[in-house]
């Protein structure tokens, strides 16, 4: 033993096949706590069925994923949403139907003490409270009353990201927080993830480089299911295999 505090989260030769293809294959690493660690590579390298594997979408073939050094692999969302890990969907995962608050306080009601998790709404305090400070935090503030479904494109996946943060995870899982956003929605989008990372570990995939080069510390690449290098991200750049495989690819 070591006697060092293990990683906040281990992923170790963790794989999963579809038919005969593996998706998944033999890949680990770490993400430092309070560090952006983002995964990249081409369409089809595996990337989202990672996080699927990760966040408990999906149950590995074999390998582990550990929290805090806790074997966790195969866990439900749920468990694992207990334990500090949350994670934000490529696919919009919002209830368009309801407000801003509403999605937000659905969100927080975890935090609830689990005798007042049923009360009236109203007498959720500990929710309300965490709702006003999401608000704030996320700029929604003015849209507290807005149908999610009336929001811009850039707002709703701020609200996304919100929602995913109502928990106050230890962990976050972001699949492409920017995908589709003008550009100063992005640059903003960007600024907020970097200022979450004070609270949060953060995994992240993104495909735009200029952003993955400006916000990771680490940069995990993909490639036919497996890793194919990981580092900084000025060292990943210049990895020749890395470009061959990814960057070469306009
Ligand atoms: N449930 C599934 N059943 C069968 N094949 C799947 C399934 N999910 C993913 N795949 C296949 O696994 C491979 C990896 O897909 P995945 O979506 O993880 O890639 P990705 O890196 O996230 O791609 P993109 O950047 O396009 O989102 C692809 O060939 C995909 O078709």
Redesign the pocket.
Known sequence: MTGQTPPVLAVERLGIA??G?R??DDVSFEAGRNRITTVI??????????F?LISGALRPNSGHVRIDGREVTGAAPAALLRLGLARSF?ITNLFFGLTVAENLRLAAQVLEPTVRAFLPVRRARVARARVGELLERFGLAAKAAELAGNLSHGEQRRLEIAVAMASRPRILLLDEPTQGMSHGDTEDTAALIRALAADVTILL?E?DIGLVMSLSHHVVV?HQ?GKLAEGPPEAVRANPAVQAAYFGHA
């Open positions: 579809f038919g293809l998706a998944v590579g081409p369409n089809g390298a595996g990337k989202t069925t990672l699927n490529q995939i495909h993909m299911g």
